[in-house]
């Protein structure tokens, strides 16, 4: 038996939204995707395992469970595995300093990468209340921008103690303000201002779905992206340069390259590399 080599040796990696028990989930190509990639760390970036849209209809194929159990072996392998939890999976946040089969579980890191660059890892939805009422937080200052940081943290806990369904404040942003790009702006703003205040010089997040990796002032911006659509990961290399990679299975029929000439555009200053298999 021939066993396939494992192409791709980063220090880290960071991937975020992949929204497992939902059908939206791109659970073939990212198992493909850890099937050929390997990490010193790898951080699972918020909304890896969606509670709410289980708890109203149980949706779980095999391969979603295949996910779990090759995130798990890797950790018995000996890669350092932590959980940043996001608003689909915020019930995690109960757990936190906790680990599940290795997994280490964590409000937020911190990770220095191999050059001694310190990265703030979140999910990134607490910055959706910051995102709404920038204007007059602005004004308020920093008590009314922790409290807002606060509210928009355990917003969903409340509900789900209080038996509410799930009520997801990014999506009716984005209905609301003009278009999309400009939520987008405003988030990456947001979160670069949030890794200002900590004095890091650089953030990892997920949460809207759009994989970047920028300079926004004197913070690195960098966005994991998710698993639903675009299939990106971040990652770092030995050298601890960062890259965004865009997962392309030649042998899916899939409207993947739209979305990855889409990407491309968006990040012209930093073309996606596409991991060829
Ligand atoms: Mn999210």
């Not at 001694?116 to 007059?136: I, K, S, Y």
Request: charged share 25%.
């Amino acid at each position: 038996m021939t066993r396939r080599a494992r192409l791709h040796d980063f220090r880290t990696i960071w991937i975020s939204d992949l929204h497992l028990g939902t059908r939206g989930c791109k659970a073939e190509f990212l198992l493909d995707f850890l099937r050929d990639t390997e990490a010193e760390t790898i951080y699972l970036v918020g909304d890896i395992i969606d509670g709410w849209r289980l708890k109203k209809s149980w949706y779980w194929p095999q391969a979603h469970n295949d996910v779990i159990q090759k995130v798990l072996r890797k950790v018995r392998k000996g890669t350092r595995v932590i959980y940043v939890p996001g608003n689909h999976d915020e019930w995690l946040r109960d757990f936190t300093q906790l680990q599940f089969g290795g997994v280490e579980v964590m409000d937020d890191a911190i990770h220095v990468t191999a050059d001694g660059h310190r990265l703030l890892v979140l999910h990134g939805d607490v910055f959706d209340a910051v995102v709404m009422h920038a204007r007059w937080l602005a004004l308020l200052g920093d008590g009314a921008y922790t409290a807002a940081v606060w509210l928009n943290r355990h917003f969903n806990t409340v509900r789900r103690r209080l038996g509410y369904p799930y009520w997801s404040l990014s999506a009716y942003l984005k209905r609301r303000v003009k278009n999309a790009m400009q939520y987008i702006t405003s988030f990456e703003e947001a979160v670069a201002d949030e890794a200002r205040r900590r004095g890091v010089e650089g953030v990892v997040c997920g949460h809207i779905h759009h994989a970047e990796l920028r300079k926004i002032g004197d913070i690195l911006y960098c966005n994991s992206g998710d698993w639903v659509e675009s299939c990106t990961a971040l990652v770092e290399h030995f050298d601890g340069r960062l890259e965004v990679l865009h997962w392309i299975d030649p042998w899916h029929l899939d409207p993947l390259p739209v979305q990855a000439s889409a990407s491309i555009e968006r990040t012209a200053e930093t073309p996606l590399p596409v991991l060829a298999k």
